[in-house]
T-cell receptor
Framework: EPEVTQTPSHQVTQMGQEVILRCVPI?????FYWYRQILGQKVEFLVS????????KSEIFDDQFSVERPDGSNFTLKIRSTKLEDSAMYFC?????????????FGPGTRLLVL | KNEVEQSPQNLTAQEGEFITINCSYS?????LHWLQQHPGGGIVSLFM???GKKKHGRLIATINIQEKHSSLHITASHPRDSAVYIC???????????????FGQGTRLTINP
């Protein structure tokens, strides 16, 4: 069964460093999402992406964050200058159709620790 | 006030018991999702519904749009059902396309043998 994959599974970085989290959505999906979950807290929406542009972003998704679909398969989340509070599990998700019609499929997550 | 509230926050039951987890929301939605998060963190989508009822194996999800309420039921619960169950809603939006989910805080379910 097709699945969303994410790399790396874990990343440790120093505060102020740039990180790139990578996701490979399911191949025929057109809608892509990033979420994060700080330890012990609920999952939060970061950004949605469709037709090569951001559809919606949350207040968390400030100028330090960016997303890109550099080729036909990868979907990346970049954090330019990491802060301690960026430590969280980051989930990528994709769906075949618009959000109110199709199930979102989640990747296994990347656990980011900022020291 | 949270847009999505779940109850209970924690639930412990014996194997075989019938389980109900509730979700209430305060915003207009176009769809509601029930998700399962395993101890390792991975998230699996269980149901997406916008009206009525859906059933998959021992899991049943219902939604009442007028009352802004959904329930997830597990029949004949088993220790392998132990996980965090999350309700998430897709809010109404004018723009068609990738729309965000707003998540509840989750219900931690433990089924003891």
């Amino acid at each position: 069964e097709p699945e969303v994959t994410q790399t790396p599974s874990h990343q440790v970085t120093q505060m102020g460093q740039e990180v790139i989290l990578r996701c490979v959505p399911i191949s025929n999906h057109l809608y892509f999402y990033w979420y994060r979950q700080i330890l012990g807290q609920k999952v939060e929406f970061l950004v949605s992406f469709y037709n090569n542009e951001i559809s919606e972003k949350s207040e968390i998704f400030d100028d330090q964050f960016s997303v890109e679909r550099p080729d036909g398969s990868n979907f990346t989340l970049k954090i330019r200058s990491t802060k301690l509070e960026d430590s969280a599990m980051y989930f990528c998700a994709s769906s075949e159709g618009p959000g109110n019609q199709e199930t979102q499929y989640f990747g296994p997550g990347t656990r980011l620790l900022v020291l | 006030k949270n847009e999505v509230e779940q109850s209970p926050q924690n639930l412990t039951a014996q194997e075989g018991e019938f389980i109900t987890i509730n979700c209430s929301y305060s915003v207009g939605i176009s769809a509601l999702h029930w998700l399962q998060q395993h101890p390792g963190g991975g998230i699996v989508s269980l149901f997406m519904l916008s009206s009525g009822k859906k059933k998959h194996g021992r899991l049943i999800a219902t939604i009442n749009i007028q009352e802004k309420h959904s329930s997830l039921h597990i029949t004949a619960s088993h220790p392998r059902d132990s996980a965090v169950y999350i309700c998430a809603v897709r809010t109404d939006g004018i723009i068609q396309g990738a729309q965000k989910l707003v998540f509840g805080q989750g219900t931690r379910l433990t089924i003891n043998p």
